[in-house]
């Protein structure tokens, strides 16, 4: 069973910091690829960084890269996403999603996800 969890999000000013967690209530959490996503108001629902399941692996995108950074405690069946130097553009609701085994960048290709942490960065 999956269930992810976030948490941490809130207001922070442009060029703060803020970061997230996403916590799964299941079991057997290192079997899980975990993605982080973000929606902002009238857009889509656009991949932000994935990290595979060991942690060894991440893969960003390009907005965030040298921003934010993923890791993953599989003792505490977490994932943390740091964000700094954050900028008004980042303001969206951000969701963890899941998937067994290996890491993906589509929406779909996740069939796990949590109920979404909203970040307001102000200017």
């Known amino acids: 069973q999956v269930q992810l969890v976030e948490s941490g999000g809130g207001l922070a000013q442009a060029g703060g910091s803020l970061r997230l967690s996403c916590l799964n209530s299941?079991?057997?959490?290192?079997?899980?690829?975990i993605c982080w996503f973000r929606q902002a108001p009238g857009k889509e629902r656009e991949f932000v960084v994935a990290?595979?399941?060991?942690?060894?692996?991440?893969d960003y995108a390009d907005s965030v890269k040298g921003r934010f950074t993923i890791s993953r405690d599989n003792t505490k069946n977490t994932v943390y996403l740091q964000m700094n130097s954050l900028k008004p553009e980042d303001t969206a609701v951000y969701y963890c999603?899941?998937?067994?085994?290996?890491?993906?960048?589509?929406?779909?290709?996740?069939?796990?996800w949590g109920q979404g942490t909203q970040v307001t960065v102000s200017s």
């Open positions: 299941g079991r057997t959490f290192n079997i899980y690829a």
């Open positions: 999603a899941a998937r067994v085994f290996y890491m993906a960048t589509t929406k779909t290709e996740y069939p796990y």
């Open positions: 990290i595979n399941r060991s942690g060894s692996s991440t």
